[in-house]
């Protein structure tokens, strides 16, 4: 006899929260809806180092002596001692097979697993309801409370990153306003003069430099920057912005009288170089190729473009740290967004990350300066001093040009 069709066993639920997972709203947001529960999207699972890893033991030992002393990893060397295990992979595969997730790629050197399935398939998975949410001008798809795992994960996955697909950080830039016309004609000529002396003017990328007392009689040979820039996103979370325009680099490099410097845009995870969506956005990445390539025009540029979420940010940056094609040995980030908005399992991440760079000599630098440490207007920063939660500081890499 035919046997009987078996209605598939259900999977466990989630039980074991994932530390430093917990999400509020951003302040001031209201649900504003529903999220489609058949919308299909990716998510990033990042795992523990392999057991024995020595990652901070090394670390230890590569900052303990002078900098002409230090030896660094290799990126190949650094796979081995800080990837992720095999097994901890099948793990996870078996978890996305009972919950009816498509394993989309694995990278043990960056110790990333990409899950992708329904919005409802998801939140079941890991345990969070997902809603709409409005704010400040921005919507986006978000959550409250913690991210789980079934038991066999604890331990094992250290954060989930896509499910809220909040902005975590922002462009930060000011334009040069333009001088009165009507304080020019009035005073007298001695007036005219002394504020023409004071006035707030632009810089050039040479004179920054030397402000900053940047070595002379080096252009960059040899070396490859990384520049991390984020993508707008919309609320099927595909990239709709932001870039630069190879026009606006020839015209300001004929400018300085320099070559075009050599830049490949990369896309990380769905990000791409897709300039004309997001005016600020589109400032914030040619500023930072400009003022780069102006003072190191020997160089190459590779812009690593991901989306401006949690795990955008992430898998931006330990894309760059971990490539073995294009091997970059200078990383710099110039969005910034206050620590406040952000969840220790980012925060972590990146400090992860930042670990890892410093183990194979890669040089990351994170502007600061725009709003201060915490990178927050002072009335905010007020705001917040009194509020209950206590305020970190300093905030997420911020801007500086």
């Not at 209605?7 to 951003?26: L, Q």
């Not at 919507?139 to 996955?157: D, F, H, I, P, W």
């Not at 070559?259 to 490949?264: E, I, Y």
């Not at 780069?292 to 955008?312: L, M, R």
Request: hydrophobic residues 35%; glycine residues 10%; aromatic residues 4%.
């Amino acid at each position: 006899m035919p046997k009987k069709n078996r209605i598939p066993k259900a999977a466990p639920r989630p039980t074991v929260a994932i530390p430093g997972s917990e999400r509020t709203p951003v302040r001031g947001a209201k649900v504003a809806g529903k999220v489609d529960p058949e919308q299909r999207i990716e998510i990033t699972l990042q795992l523990r180092r392999r057991a024995g890893a020595e990652v901070e033991k090394q670390l230890g030992r590569a900052t303990a002596n002078s900098l002409g002393e230090r030896q660094y990893l290799t990126r190949e060397e650094l796979a081995r001692v800080g990837s992720a295990d095999p097994k901890d992979v099948a793990s996870v595969e078996a978890f996305a097979h009972d919950h009816n997730l498509t394993v989309s790629d694995v990278s043990l050197s960056r110790r990333t697993v990409r899950l992708s399935g329904t919005i409802a398939d998801l939140s079941r998975a890991f345990g969070v309801t997902l809603k709409t949410y409005k704010a400040k001008g921005i919507t986006y798809r978000g959550r409250t409370g913690a991210v789980y795992v079934s038991k066999n994960l604890e331990g094992v996955v250290e954060r989930v990153l896509g499910l809220d697909d909040r902005p975590v950080v922002a462009p930060h830039f000011r334009v040069l306003a333009k001088p009165s016309t009507r304080s020019k004609a009035s005073g007298s000529r001695a007036a005219s003069r002394k504020s023409a002396k004071t006035a707030p003017r632009s810089f050039k990328p040479s004179e920054v430099a030397t402000l900053y007392n940047f070595p002379t009689g080096v252009d960059g040979t040899g070396q490859t920057v990384a520049l991390i820039e984020l993508n707008d996103i919309d609320r099927q979370g595909n990239a709709v912005g932001v870039g630069y325009d190879k026009s606006d680099l020839d015209a300001f490099f004929s400018a300085m009288g320099v070559p075009t410097p050599n830049v490949s845009p990369v896309g990380v995870d769905g990000g791409a170089n897709l300039p004309g969506v997001d005016l600020n956005g589109d400032i914030e990445v040619t500023l930072d190729i400009e003022v780069a390539a102006a003072v190191a025009p020997g160089a190459k540029f590779v812009v690593y473009f991901g989306t401006n979420t949690s795990d955008g940010f992430i898998q931006a940056l330990t894309s760059a740290i971990h490539d073995t094609v294009r091997k970059p040995s200078i990383i710099s980030i110039s969005w910034g967004g206050p620590e406040e908005s952000s969840t220790p399992q980012l925060l972590s991440g990146l400090e992860q990350a930042l670990e890892e760079a410093a183990l194979i000599g890669v040089t990351v630098c994170a502007a600061a300066g725009d709003d201060g440490s915490a990178d927050m207007k002072a009335s905010d920063w007020d705001r917040q001093r009194r509020c209950s939660q206590p305020y970190r500081t300093p905030g997420l890499p911020g801007h500086a040009h």
